[in-house]
């Protein structure tokens, strides 16, 4: 047990608490399936009709459980629990107790209060965790489509995946271009490959994927190779307007521009329109004139 803890300093251990529950429920998504296409276990939990003894046993089970996927099922029931208007109550006696017995928080009088942002805190954890699961599962299917049969091969080494970059197939090379950008390859050695995926090779979404790689490669660096490739893109009339709206964003993202001055900002704005509203001054900037 702790000694005693002032709410703030009980707010400041919290996050050590929860990562914990990050990892706890990262845990019990993954290996119960849900990044696999399986619906996440936790949405479906019932928790109607729960005891007080029931629901402390739920909070200690998430809390001192040996196995990390335990915990994390554990903790998607109090989430439930939490969003039940029977047992918010209770939930929230079982938690105040926990945490006395635990932190030993003083005063009591922010007990309830400290309780409050403990529990919102991680429904929230959980609500981004299942939001990037699903991300993933959707992610995941799409890169199945893409390889086929040609997944595991791709997926046993970044050498494996990079021998598909030629494929005669252009799902083929999507899927490769994207199994090796996951793959930590050395930038040196990739970059090259993308910068020739992005001109020469014939099919528009493969360029656009070596792109969106090579952008994200380049995050930041305000180098002024970078800068005068993607401006190249951006002035070549001849080539395909998604491929130049991709790499007028990327100047944006390379050389690291406000946010609210970023085309994607300013298109979900309903600001930006490629390419009449393109800022060609910081084009020819870029271009290095």
Same mark, same amino acid.
């Not at 554990?74 to 938690?95: C, H, P, Y």
């Not at 609500?127 to 489509?145: A, G, I, K, M």
């Not at 990739?190 to 979404?205: F, H, N, T, Y």
């Given at each position: 047990?702790?000694?005693?803890?002032?709410?703030?300093?009980?707010?400041?251990?919290?996050?050590?608490?929860?990562?914990?529950?990050?990892?706890?429920?990262?845990?019990?998504?993954?290996?119960?399936?849900?990044?696999?296409?399986?619906?996440?276990?936790?949405?479906?939990?019932?928790?109607?009709?729960?005891?007080?003894?029931?629901?402390?046993?739920?909070?200690?089970?998430?809390?001192?459980?040996?196995?990390?996927?335990?915990?994390?099922?554990?903790?998607?029931?109090?989430?439930?629990?939490?969003?039940?208007?029977?047992?918010?109550?209770?939930?929230?006696?079982?938690?105040?107790?926990?945490?006395?017995?635990?932190?030993?928080?003083?005063?009591?009088?922010?007990?309830?209060?400290?309780?409050?942002?403990?529990?919102?805190?991680?429904?929230?954890?959980?609500?981004?965790?299942?939001?990037?699961?699903?991300?993933?599962?959707?992610?995941?299917?799409?890169?199945?489509?893409?390889?086929?049969?040609?997944?595991?091969?791709?997926?046993?080494?970044?050498?494996?995946?990079?021998?598909?970059?030629?494929?005669?197939?252009?799902?083929?090379?999507?899927?490769?271009?994207?199994?090796?950008?996951?793959?930590?390859?050395?930038?040196? &050695?990739?970059?090259?490959?993308?910068?020739?995926?992005?001109?020469?090779?014939?099919?528009?979404?493969?360029?656009? &994927?070596?792109?969106?790689?090579?952008?994200?490669?380049?995050?930041?660096?305000?180098?002024?190779?970078?800068?005068?490739?993607?401006?190249?893109?951006?002035?070549?009339?001849?080539?395909?307007?998604?491929?130049?709206?991709?790499?007028?964003?990327?100047?944006?993202?390379?050389?690291?521009?406000?946010?609210?001055?970023?085309?994607?900002?300013?298109?979900?704005?309903?600001?930006?329109?490629?390419?009449?509203?393109?800022?060609?001054?910081?084009?020819?900037?870029?271009?290095?004139?």
């Amino acid at each position: 047990m702790k000694g005693q803890l002032k709410p703030f300093q009980f707010l400041k251990e919290r996050v050590q608490v929860d990562i914990q529950v990050w990892h706890d429920l990262h845990q019990e998504l993954f290996s119960s399936g849900g990044a696999n296409g399986v619906e996440v276990p936790m949405a479906g939990l019932d928790v109607s009709g729960m005891t007080l003894e029931s629901i402390e046993a739920v909070f200690t089970e998430a809390l001192d459980h040996v196995k990390a996927a335990t915990r994390g099922q554990a903790w998607g029931q109090i989430f439930q629990m939490t969003k039940s208007a029977e047992l918010r109550d209770n939930v929230t006696r079982v938690a105040q107790r926990m945490i006395v017995e635990r932190f030993q928080i003083v005063p009591s009088s922010v007990l309830e209060q400290v309780v409050e942002i403990w529990l919102n805190g991680i429904g929230q954890l959980i609500s981004e965790l299942v939001d990037r699961t699903r991300w993933e599962t959707h992610h995941r299917q799409h890169l199945v489509r893409l390889a086929g049969s040609d997944l595991s091969a791709m997926e046993s080494s970044t050498e494996g995946a990079m021998r598909f970059l030629d494929h005669p197939d252009p799902d083929r090379r999507i899927a490769a271009i994207t199994i090796v950008e996951k793959s930590g390859k050395n930038r040196k &050695t990739l970059i090259p490959l993308l910068v020739e995926k992005v001109v020469a090779d014939p099919d528009l979404g493969v360029k656009v &994927t070596a792109l969106r790689v090579y952008i994200n490669y380049n995050q930041k660096v305000r180098d002024a190779e970078v800068s005068q490739f993607l401006a190249s893109i951006v002035r070549d009339v001849s080539a395909p307007i998604p491929l130049r709206d991709s790499a007028y964003g990327g100047l944006y993202k390379t050389n690291d521009r406000p946010a609210l001055e970023s085309p994607i900002v300013r298109f979900a704005q309903g600001r930006f329109t490629f390419p009449q509203d393109v800022d060609w001054d910081f084009v020819a900037k870029c271009s290095g004139e």
